[in-house]
Structures are given as C-alpha cells and as structure tokens.
T-cell receptor, first 112, second 110 residues
Framework: GAVVSQHPSRVICKSGTSVKIECRSLDFQATTMFWYRQFPKKSLMLMAT?????????EQGVEKDKFLINHASLTLSTLTVTSAHPEDSSFYICSAKYGSQFFGPGTRLTVL | QQQVKQSPQSLIVQKGGISIINCAYENTAFDYFPWYQQFPGKGPALLIA?????SEKKEGRFTISFNKSAKQFSLHIMDSQPGDSATYFCAAIPRGKLIFGQGTELSVKP
C-alpha cells in the first residue's frame, strides 16, 4: 500500500517551454502532497505544500509564478515548470501524506 | 532552528559489518523522526521511524536509537549487505513538514 507515482519519469525540453509533472497517489487519498527538488548528491529541498482544493504554500525563495502547483483531486497534484531554463534542470520528487510521507519515484527534468 | 545535521557524509562498510549514521537536531518541537533510503535515480523510501517518547526501535536489521536529552538519533544497520548501498536521509517533522538531513552515501563492500 501507499504507492505514489509520477509521470513522466524523464523529460527533456527546450528553453522557454513549459513542462507539467503529475503526481498520483494510487491506493489512498491524500489531502496534502509535497513537491521537492533535489540536486545531484544533495538533500531534498521542499518547494511547496499542496493541499487539495486550495492554493499551494510555497517555501521561501521558490517562485510561485514559475512553479505552478495544482491539487485538483485527492489523488492528483501537478507541478508545471513555466518558461523552463537550463537552471531549472533537476530531479523533482513529490510525496503524499498518508500518516507518514510516501514519495514518488521522481522526474528528471533536463532543459536544453 | 529548523535544521537536522547528519553525519558522516559518506560511509564505507564491509559486508557483515555495522553501519552507523548519526543525526542531531535543535528544535524541540520536532515530534517524529523518520529515516529514508534512496537509490540513485529513485525517490526516497521510508525505512523506519521513531517518536521521541521511545528510546529505541528495531525492524529487522535496522535500529533507530533516540537520545531525547542530547537531541540526537542514529540509524544502525546490522549485518550490512551490498544491497544496502544507497543514500540514507534522516528527517524530522515539525508541523507536518519534513526537514531532511544532508544525507549519507553508504557503500557496503563485498
């Protein structure tokens, strides 16, 4: 139980385009989901907390207009990286709260 | 202070040995301490967790020791195996958010 999926697992896009990443809780409902960013050999950095039916809460220093988060249902949250640039290239990981936090497998974003 | 300090940064252990990873925190509002295991290119997976009213928790080869007065907790991996080679993160939870340690890259040599 407590499985979280992410799609896509890898995405390559051109600079200036937007990319959407989906996070789904497969066998439970999650009112709260989280989005993290991880650089190589570094720890996970919390970007935002996503609550179903309400606006996401962003951590200090995270641009809310650049990283759009939508949590439209109890099993789906999406992160859209708008006007992506090479510095946005990273490993993006979501988690869903079901007692503890359960993490998705991550999405590797490469912006050319 | 919203920090969790983790050490060592990297660890090499022989197969069958004991791997020990340490974490320290300052904020007494932290009330839940999970450990996560992450393989390259994958998301973290919950390994074991402890609450501050318990001094030790064991699940199979994994043990968390918790010292509330010292604000320290550690992960012990007994009989370490090459398959345990991964990055381990300690974490603490204040108000529902995970605060991660810096991570420890464990390599178990056969």
């Amino acid at each position: 139980g407590a499985v979280v999926s992410q799609h896509p697992s890898r995405v390559i896009c051109k600079s200036g385009t937007s990319v959407k990443i989906e996070c789904r809780s497969l066998d439970f409902q999650a009112t709260t989901m989280f989005w993290y960013r991880q650089f190589p050999k570094k720890s996970l950095m919390l970007m935002a907390t996503s609550n179903e039916g309400s606006k996401a809460t962003y951590e200090q220093g995270v641009e809310k207009d650049k990283f759009l988060i939508n949590h439209a249902s109890l099993t789906l949250s999406t992160l859209t990286v708008t006007s992506a640039h090479p510095e946005d290239s990273s490993f993006y990981i979501c988690s869903a709260k079901y007692g503890s936090q359960f993490f998705g497998p991550g999405t590797r974003l490469t912006v050319l | 202070q919203q920090q969790v300090k983790q050490s060592p940064q990297s660890l090499i252990v022989q197969k069958g040995g004991i791997s020990i990873i340490n974490c320290a925190y300052e904020n007494t509002a932290f009330d839940y301490f999970p450990w996560y295991q992450q393989f390259p290119g994958k998301g973290p997976a919950l390994l074991i967790a402890i609450r501050p009213d318990v001094s030790e928790k064991k699940e199979g080869r994994f043990t968390i020791s918790f010292n509330k007065s010292a604000k320290q907790f550690s992960l012990h991996i007994m009989d370490s195996q090459p398959g345990d080679s991964a990055t381990y993160f300690c974490a603490a939870i204040p108000r529902g958010k995970l605060i991660f340690g810096q991570g420890t890259e464990l390599s178990v040599k056969p």
